[in-house]
């Protein structure tokens, strides 16, 4: 596999990580950590969590009412405890061994391929238990194609949403999308309109009680910016961005300062920590949020997500020039 090729992506063999390089951009894949733990585009790092599916949607009021939330629950304990149960890596459409320590002495220190696949699979905290696999492939341009695929299992409560969640180290400046105006979901689409919108930091809609909120369905393109990082000694304050793109479809995206999790957690708007990441959650399935009225009527079943079902997400991290 050795090579020269500037069009190529370099494979560096860790003893528990893959790493992948290129010209302006490096990513590292943990064995050990079930997922992508650094993703740098010109010198500037895009993680601070490694990126997981995620399963829930803060709880709103009408979740409250119609009881969804209770029912539901098992996938709030499974989004927070996901657990990985296997990882696979290809080389150029040809799977490999899983290279850890010591298969990895092997290589060279001077790998260089087209492509490189890594698939993790996770196991849900659920009753029955079923999987989600989450596929990335890089090419040497430092582009990322990214397959999510739940697998629906018989007598698993509905689904509040499925997607991949990926926090940022510090809070975006703006972010751009092209796609419906408006906070826009699946039963509340029919107001917004095409065309590509700048949303100035991460706005939080201000309810008396924290609740989901900042969904934008039928999703192109986002671009998210961010001017700061967590190196101290990097003080230009210059904005960068990282680009995603549909592949297949149009996704759904939120961009906010908290997880599903921490806007749950709060029951007065004030509670709400000071917002320090930008946590990006791109979905695949989002249930529709109702609104007939809050006191029990439940959303319309053509908004409901079955999981017993399968869903997938298919979406592009684009690469460097």
């Known amino acids: 596999m050795a090579s020269t090729s500037t069009k190529q992506v370099q494979i560096i063999y860790g003893d528990a990580t893959l ?47 119609n009881g969804f939330s209770t029912q539901s629950a098992v996938w709030l304990g499974t989004d927070m405890f996901l657990k990985t149960t296997g990882v696979e890596v290809a080389v150029n459409g040809n799977a490999i061994e899983l290279p850890i320590a010591p298969v990895n002495n092997q290589y060279s220190d001077h790998e260089f391929a087209d492509n490189v696949t890594i698939t993790y699979t996770y196991e849900t905290n659920t009753v029955p238990a ?22 629906g299992a018989s007598g698993l409560p509905e689904l509040p949403a499925f997607g991949l969640r990926f926090v940022m180290p510090t809070p975006a400046t703006e972010f751009t999308y092209d796609g419906l105006s408006g906070e826009t979901y699946p039963d509340r689409m029919a107001g917004g ?48 961005e990282l680009t995603l793109n549909q592949a297949d479809e149009p996704f759904a995206f939120s961009c906010l300062p908290y997880t599903a999790e921490e806007l749950e957690n709060a ?37 409901h997500i079955s999981a017993e079902a399968d869903h997938s997400l298919h979406f592009k991290i684009a690469g460097v020039l």
Request: charged fraction near 20%; glycine fraction near 12%; aromatic fraction near 12%.
């Open 19 to 65: 790493g992948l390089r290129g010209n302006h951009f490096g990513y590292i894949f943990s064995y050990e950590r079930g997922g992508m733990e650094s993703l740098v585009q010109y010198g500037k790092e895009w993680l601070f969590r490694t990126p997981k599916p995620t399963f829930w949607r803060a709880t709103t009021d009408n979740d409250r009412g």
């Open 193 to 240: 309109v095409e065309g590509t919108y700048t949303v100035e930091g991460l706005p939080v809609t201000k309810y008396l009680v924290p609740q989901e909120c900042g969904m934008h369905m039928a999703t192109k393109q986002v671009t998210v910016t961010r001017n700061r990082t967590l190196n101290n000694a990097d003080r230009a304050n210059t904005p960068f």
């Open 267 to 303: 029951t007065h708007i004030e509670e709400l920590p000071a917002a320090r990441r930008t946590v990006l959650t791109v979905y695949g399935a989002v249930r529709g949020v109702g609104g007939i009225d809050s006191w029990g009527a439940d959303v319309e079943p053509q908004y």
């Open 130 to 151: 079923t999987t989600v696999s989450v596929a990335y492939t890089v090419t040497g341009d430092g582009q990322i194609d990214v397959v999510a695929d739940y697998h």
